[in-house]
Nanobody, 114 residues
Framework: VQLQASGGGLVQAGGSQRLSCAAS????????MSWYRQAPGKERVLVAS???????SYADAVKGRFTISRDNVRRTVYLQMNNLKPEDTAIYYC?????????WGRGTQVTVSS
């Protein structure tokens, strides 16, 4: 299983950014996908998830600002982030589960300047 995240970078507060995570080695259309983030000195936390049936859920901190989506043809999950805040600064990771094992992408850094 490989998860390749991309799309991070530096953005000003109030700006937008879209993260992508391309998956291989799984039956993507049947797999739930998630985005997590880890800020410096803090634990990794769930940001958003999307089921195979496209049911979504979000952490309270990002509700109304972030949108998770998936493209089963491209085998890619996206995280559209709008109205970014400095507290959104973190390394963002995508994750999936296969046969009871968690698989993580390498992570992509998002830095929001005030």
């Amino acid at each position: 299983v490989q998860l390749q995240a991309s799309g991070g970078g530096l953005v000003q507060a109030g700006g937008s950014q879209r993260l992508s995570c391309a998956a291989s080695g799984i039956i993507f259309s049947s797999s739930a996908m998630s985005w997590y983030r880890q800020a410096p000195g803090k634990e990794r936390v769930l940001v958003a998830s999307i089921s195979s049936g496209r049911t979504t859920s979000y952490a309270d901190a990002v509700k109304g600002r972030f949108t998770i989506s998936r493209d089963n043809v491209r085998r890619t999950v996206y995280l559209q982030m709008n109205n970014l805040k400095p507290e959104d600064t973190a390394i963002y990771y995508c994750k999936t589960v296969r046969a009871g094992w968690n698989y993580w992408g390498r992570g992509t850094q998002v830095t929001v300047s005030s």
